[in-house]
C-alpha cells in the first residue's frame, strides 16, 4: 500500500515519531510508527495503528464545553451533525462513518486538543528533514533510524524508500515487524535494513489466530528467510500470563530458534505485558480486549521471566534477555 498526498507525491501514514528512544535497536534513536497493521493482537497497546488509514479520537476531559468554546462545530464542512455532545456540552461522540467527510478540520482546529487526528501522511523530505534533526545523536551512541508500527511491510514501498534514503545518508537503520507479510515485500525491505526485531507471538498457529487474528504460518516463514538471507535478527516474545507464558509454548519457541533459525540471532528478549493503551481505546471509542485483565504482581512476573530465561539458557543455550533493557551485543 502506498499513500499519496492531495498532489499526488507518494507518502506514508505515520501515526507516532518518537526521538531518543534506547530500547527499538542499538544507540539512540528515532522511532517511526507507520499506520496499519495486518494483524488485531487483544494485548495490542496502540490501536491506532491497526487500521490502515486516518482515525480521529476524542478526549472528553480536555473539551471546555460546546457553549465557552464550539470550534469543532464552527469549523465542521458538515455543521456538525458528526459530532455530539453530553447535556452539559461535552463532546462525548464522533460518528464518522455517518455524516463525516474525514476532513479533519475539527481536529485541527481544536484548541484543547479533545479532537486527535491519529495518523498525518508525510513526504520522504519531510521525514528525512525529522530524521536528519536527530542525526548528532546517532553519530555519538551508534543509534540510528527503527521503523515500527503497525506493521511497517503495509507500507513497505515507502519504507524500501525512505530506507535507501537513510543508508545513503551513512544512517543505520533497523525495521520492527511481525513479519506477517508477502516474502518479496519484506526483502524489499530487507535491502536496507542493517538489524530486524520481531515478535513470535506463539507457536501454535491456532492459539495465534485466537489472539492475534491470523495464524503463524507466513511469520514463521519469513522467520527462516530472514535468517537465510544474514539478516541480524532480535526475536521479542510479549510474554502475557495465561495465554502464552505456559512451559509448553516457551520451549516450542525456544525449539524453533535453536533448530529452525539455527540460534542464530542476536538476542531472545522475553517482554513483561504491561496493561496499557486503555485511554487510546476509550479515545477511538472502543472496547479494550483485555479490559476486564487482571496482571499478576510485578514481583511475580519478574520472577516468571526470570525462571523462564533461566530454562533457556540451561536447557537451549540461546541468547536470552528479560526486557530490553540491556544494550544489544552488535555493531552494525
Given amino acids: 500500500m502506498l499513500h499519496k498526498t492531495d498532489s499526488g507525491t507518494p507518502c506514508a501514514l505515520i501515526s507516532n515519531i518518537q526521538h531518543y528512544t534506547i530500547h527499538d535497536g542499538p544507540g539512540i534513536r528515532t522511532a517511526i510508527f507507520f499506520t496499519g497493521c ?25 473539551c471546555i464545553s460546546q457553549q465557552k468554546c464550539g470550534t469543532c462545530i464552527k469549523t465542521c464542512k ?53 530524521i536528519e534533526s536527530d542525526r548528532s545523536f546517532y553519530d555519538k551512541s551508534g543509534g540510528g533510524v527503527t521503523l515500527n508500527g503497525g506493521e511497517v511491510m503495509m507500507q513497505w514501498a515507502f519504507a524500501e524508500m525512505l530506507l535507501k534514503t537513510c543508508k545513503e545518508s551513512g544512517i543505520n537503520t533497523c ?13 524489499a525491505v530487507y535491502q536496507y535494513t542493517d538489524l530486524v526485531i520481531a515478535d513470535i507471538k506463539h507457536m501454535d498457529t ?25 539478516k541480524n535478527l532480535v526475536i521479542r516474545t510479549p510474554v502475557i500470563p495465561g495465554y502464552n507464558d505456559d512451559e509448553q509454548n516457551i520451549r516450542a519457541t525456544a525449539e524453533f530458534i535453536k533448530n529452525k533459525l539455527k540460534s542464530e540471532i542476536i538476542a531472545w528478549q522475553l ?62
Fill in 78 to 130: 458538515q455543521k456538525g451533525q458528526p459530532i455530539k455532545f453530553d447535556t452539559n456540552g461535552i463532546l462525548t461522540a464522533l460518528h464518522m462513518t455517518e455524516t463525516c467527510t474525514n476532513c479533519f478540520t475539527c481536529a485541527q482546529n481544536c484548541p484543547p486538543r479533545a479532537i486527535k487526528l491519529w495518523g498525518e501522511k508525510m513526504t520522504l523530505p519531510e521525514l528525512m528533514k525529522v
Fill in 38 to 62: 495486518t494483524m488485531s493482537c487483544i494485548w495490542c497497546s496502540n490501536p491506532e495503528t491497526i487500521k490502515p488509514y486516518e482515525r480521529l479520537g476524542i478526549y472528553p476531559a480536555r
Fill in 206 to 230: 491456532d492459539a495465534h489466530k485466537r489472539y492475534t487474528g491470523v495464524g503463524n504460518e507466513r511469520i514463521l516463514s519469513n522467520l527462516i528467510q530472514t535468517i537465510k538471507l544474514g
Fill in 271 to 332: 517482554l513483561p505485558f504491561k496493561k496499557l493503551g486503555t485511554e487510546k481505546y476509550e479515545s477511538l471509542m472502543l472496547k479494550y480486549p483485555m479490559e476486564d485483565y487482571t496482571s499478576p504482581e510485578r514481583t511475580q512476573w519478574e520472577h516468571k521471566l526470570i525462571e523462564l530465561a533461566a530454562m533457556i539458557k540451561a536447557d537451549y543455550g540461546l541468547p536470552v534477555e528479560n526486557g530490553t533493557g540491556k544494550k544489544l551485543n552488535i555493531v552494525l
Fill in 175 to 187: 525495521v520492527e515487524t511481525a513479519l506477517h507479510c508477502p516474502q518479496e515485500h519484506m526483502e
